[in-house]
């Protein structure tokens, strides 16, 4: 059982900037993919970005150019970097690991972007 903690959210202005940490509890080298995904209010959950283990990655294209994704193998953490931000990104954003069939999910965090 791997536990996944999400930090880093907040309240920020409409072009402005978070990083996003995911720190999980055990090793995420051998996971086939990490990814951030997030729910905005009377939404469905989306897919953010995607990091292969091989360390391909792949964004929304809502978010393609001010979003970047990347991991720290030997911290155990995954990290969502958001500039630009609009009010439209406003929602919760969850941290998931797909350990090859097997999903493990963060308790999610919140983003709230001001106009």
């Known amino acids: 059982q791997v536990q996944m903690v999400e930090s880093g959210g907040g309240l920020v202005q409409a072009g402005g900037s978070l990083r996003l940490s995911c720190a999980a509890s055990?090793?995420?080298?051998?996971?086939?993919?990490m990814g951030w995904y997030r729910q905005g209010p009377g939404k469905q959950r989306e897919l953010v970005a995607v990091i292969t283990s091989g360390g391909s990655t792949s964004t929304a294209d809502s978010v393609k150019g001010r979003f970047t994704i990347s991991r720290d193998n030997a911290k155990n953490t995954v990290y969502l970097q958001m500039n630009s931000l609009k009010p439209e990104d406003t929602a919760v954003y969850y941290c998931?690991?797909?350990?090859?069939?097997?999903?493990?999910w963060g308790q999610g965090t919140q983003v709230t972007v001001s106009s």
């Open positions: 998931n690991a797909d350990d090859w069939g097997w999903d493990y």
């Open positions: 055990g090793s995420i080298f051998s996971m086939n993919s």
